[in-house]
Nanobody, 127 residues
Framework: VQLQASGGGLAQAGDSLTLSCAVSGRTLSTYAMGWFRQAPGKEREFVGRITSSGGMAYYATSVKGRFTISRDNGKNTVFLQMGSLRPEDTAVYYC?????????????????????WGQGTLVTVSS
């Protein structure tokens, strides 16, 4: 399974940006998908997760209400729509796939709960 994240770039505070994660090698519909980010000098942190069907999404408190995760299983692609961007959103963003048997929701924020990772895409938000 290969994940390719794209869509990062430079944005200003208050802007919106959408990241994409293209998945190849397996049918996406059986995987739960997560987004993580790593700011300079900090540990990688959970951003959000979407269930395999796309029926439910979960978010970190820091992005809830501003970010939205969606997926198009027919196109094997997951999206992270980021709105009202802040300088503290600056980070490398990673998508990750959780293969069956799926990680329990109680552990969804842990990196160990994901089996495959993309290479990351950099988002820089200026004030």
């Amino acid at each position: 399974v290969q994940l390719q994240a794209s869509g990062g770039g430079l944005a200003q505070a208050g802007d919106s940006l959408t990241l994409s994660c293209a998945v190849s090698g397996r049918t996406l519909s059986t995987y739960a998908m997560g987004w993580f980010r790593q700011a300079p000098g900090k540990e990688r942190e959970f951003v959000g997760r979407i269930t395999s069907s796309g029926g439910m999404a979960y978010y970190a408190t820091s992005v809830k209400g501003r970010f939205t995760i969606s997926r198009d299983n027919g196109k094997n692609t997951v999206f992270l729509q980021m709105g009202s961007l802040r300088p503290e959103d600056t980070a490398v963003y990673y998508c990750a796939a959780d293969a069956p048997p799926l990680t329990p929701i109680a552990s969804m924020r842990r990196m160990i709960g994901y089996d495959y990772w993309g290479q990351g895409t950099l988002v820089t938000v200026s004030s």
